[in-house]
């Protein structure tokens, strides 16, 4: 990007100050715009493994679903006050999850292509039967995390910051990690790994630091969206590979996977049509949205983003000259 | 663990779990079978495999509820779900084709998404089942039991391959589809309409995973939602026999039949799903370190 400073700050700006202030705006949608925050981290962190890094993972819900279990048991079990209980139940699940990928990270990041996606799918759906025959975290009948403390009303307000605010937080993170060698390096992995690595690059090491900068945000994510929701399913809402499991996947592809701005813009239009969906489908929303999947991915592989880049590479930094027609593609 | 103790102090309970594990193992590997037809000839993993499984139970079942037996509604089923097949291949499947692998995987997962969906709408939640009417089989003195509906199925499935394998060794369209698998460019110059040959294949696919819906149907219960696990089934069984092998394939999903009755009983039913996903992950992360140990001993 060779935008001048103030343009390329305008738009992070425009949108951190409409954030800020959309809670006062429309009051009655505070929570669908607080789950807009959701869908962009979601798809922000799954980019990161499938569109910058090339490993397309079915399973990152799994992060999710972890951080959102450790947050409400730690809610359950630890007696302190309410705000103390959610923050240290939110890193709990953020450490737990960054424990769990790199655990898993080393033997399931090995696996290529087709061979990751699959067991990523797996692995996901696994620990949402594991976690619903489990009694300690309530079974198939899931867990409910306690009533938020405050005034009536109050409480959507508290998680709109809330999930503003990782979302605030991880934007800029992606952004640092991309911007230095660590970006060039995923970048290189997802290009063409064996070469990556015959050069010298440690890619194990690599993949593994995304998969757990990944697993890191989901897991500090699921903590806030349990209590948003108001119930914790194992396979419903924790472990959703059907619903979140494949929506991170599908708003990054929307948008333009392997961009910056490609899984925000992506998350946004989707979030909507699917809020939609909910108001005017009724009952028949979950098969408009199958449907959706499969007309994004059959008609619009490669995104809006990456569309717009093929169709005007000067605006993406590229000279109109033979090096844009080779990598712009 | 309870259960474990209770298995070596019944043995015939054992041969019990591994004879209704094999007698599952032959409708598993119906499915997979389509599955690893499609990847070898097409390269795409049909991630909706399961819900096409689904579809044929539901065929069975409306066809046992409007009077037919069930028994005849396997090739009823076979036949409904291979123009369905062929209706998929030339809506959608054809697009993803010769695209990256990735695409066609997430392209079959969201048509596995709409089906389970519209069932869910259509057909709604309820658990059902095509009565056969068949009785059971006492063995050992009542200590062992058959169904005969199981042990009807599982020939049925065996006669189901062969068919499908006769078709493929005999026919013109399977002479095509075979020499397509081996090189689609060369086929393309021979003079073969290789779109042709991928919508024939897909539509075989669908047939075969309706007539295992259908025995699934009359053996067990179908619901909208059971199409995952025979996917992820398919899956293992083909990555642990490979591709264009029958007899591997059948061996694997008697063995996984088997398997999976066991852990079932010793873990608990509500683990059994668990256990299918998990062992999923187990056999593709063992399958890594194994391809990485031969490498090392290649170089």
């Given at each position: 990007m060779k935008l001048p400073a103030a343009r390329a700050l305008a738009a992070p700006a425009a949108i951190l100050v409409l954030g800020l202030f959309a809670p006062a705006l429309a009051p009655a949608y505070r929570s669908q715009m607080a789950f807009l925050w959701v869908m962009i981290v979601f798809a922000l962190t799954w980019d990161l493994l499938?569109?910058?890094?090339?490993?397309?993972?079915?399973?990152?819900?799994l992060f999710f679903g972890i951080g959102m279990y450790a947050c409400v048991v730690v809610q359950r079990d630890f007696h302190l006050g309410y705000y103390s209980a959610l923050f240290v139940g939110m890193a709990a699940g953020a450490v737990l999850a960054v424990a769990v990928g790199a655990l898993i990270g080393s033997g399931l990041l090995g696996l290529r292509g087709h061979y990751f996606a699959i067991g990523t799918l797996g692995i996901g759906i696994a620990a949402g039967e594991l976690a619903g025959g489990w009694d300690f975290v309530g079974g198939g009948g899931g867990l409910v995390p306690p009533m938020y403390p405050g005034a009536v009303g109050g409480r959507e307000t508290f998680f709109y910051y809330l999930t503003f605010a990782i979302a605030v937080i991880t934007f800029p993170v992606l952004r640092w990690l991309y911007s230095g060698r660590f970006g060039l390096a995923i970048n290189a992995i997802r290009d063409d790994e064996d070469k990556a690595e015959a050069m010298g690059l440690r890619t194990t090491r690599y993949k593994t630091t995304a998969w757990c900068v990944s697993a890191f945000f989901l897991g500090l994510l699921g903590g806030a969206v349990g209590n948003l929701i108001g119930f914790v399913d194992p396979r419903e809402v924790a472990f959703a590979s059907s619903t979140y499991g494949v929506w991170m996947v599908l708003m990054a592809i929307l948008g333009?996977?392997?961009?910056?701005w490609g899984p925000v813009l992506g998350a946004a239009i989707f979030h909507v049509t699917q809020e939609l969906f909910w108001k005017y489908l009724l009952g028949w929303q979950r098969v408009a949205l199958g449907l959706l999947i499969v007309v994004i991915v059959v008609f619009f592989p490669r995104g809006i983003l990456g569309w717009a880049r093929e169709k005007w590479p000067e605006r993406f930094g590229h000279g109109v000259d033979e090096a844009a027609s080779e990598g712009g593609g | 663990m309870e259960n474990l103790r209770l298995l070596f102090a019944a043995p015939p309970l054992s041969l019990q779990l591994l004879l209704d594990g094999i007698l599952i193992g032959a409708i598993f590997a119906l499915a997979a079978y389509g599955m690893a037809l499609v990847w070898g000839v097409m390269g795409i993993i049909n991630v909706a495999q399961g819900e096409l499984v689904m579809l044929g139970g539901y065929a069975a079942y409306f066809l046992y509820r409007a009077g037919i037996h069930p028994l005849l509604g396997v090739p009823v089923a076979a036949v409904l779900l291979f123009f369905l097949g062929w209706g998929l291949y030339r809506s959608v499947v054809f697009r993803v084709v010769d695209k990256d692998l990735f695409i066609s995987i997430l392209a079959t997962y969201g048509l596995s998404i709409l089906i389970q969906q519209l069932a869910n709408a259509i057909f709604g939640a309820d658990v059902r089942t095509a009565e056969s009417g068949f009785g059971t089989l006492v063995l050992l003195g009542g200590a062992v039991t058959i169904a005969e509906i199981k042990l009807i199925s599982f020939v049925a499935a065996l006669l189901a391959g062969a068919a499908l394998i006769t078709f493929l060794k005999r026919s013109r369209m399977g002479q095509a589809i075979r020499a397509t698998a081996q090189n689609a460019r060369a086929a393309r110059v021979m003079g073969i309409d290789t779109d042709r040959v991928y919508a024939w294949t897909f539509a075989l696919n669908a047939a075969i995973c309706g007539a295992s819906g259908a025995l699934v149907a009359m053996t067990w219960i179908v619901n909208p939602y059971l199409g995952l696990p025979y996917t992820v089934r398919s899956f293992m069984i083909v990555i642990i026999a490979g591709l264009g092998n029958i007899v591997g394939v059948l061996a694997a999903a008697l063995g996984l039949g088997v398997a999976e009755n066991l852990a079932g009983f010793i873990l608990g039913a509500e683990y059994q799903a668990a256990f299918v996903f998990g062992l999923l992950v187990v056999i593709l992360v063992w399958r890594r370190f194994w391809l990485a140990r031969e490498r090392r001993y290649l170089a």
């Open positions: 499938g569109g910058q890094m090339g490993y397309n993972s079915f399973g990152n819900v333009g996977k392997g961009t910056l | -």
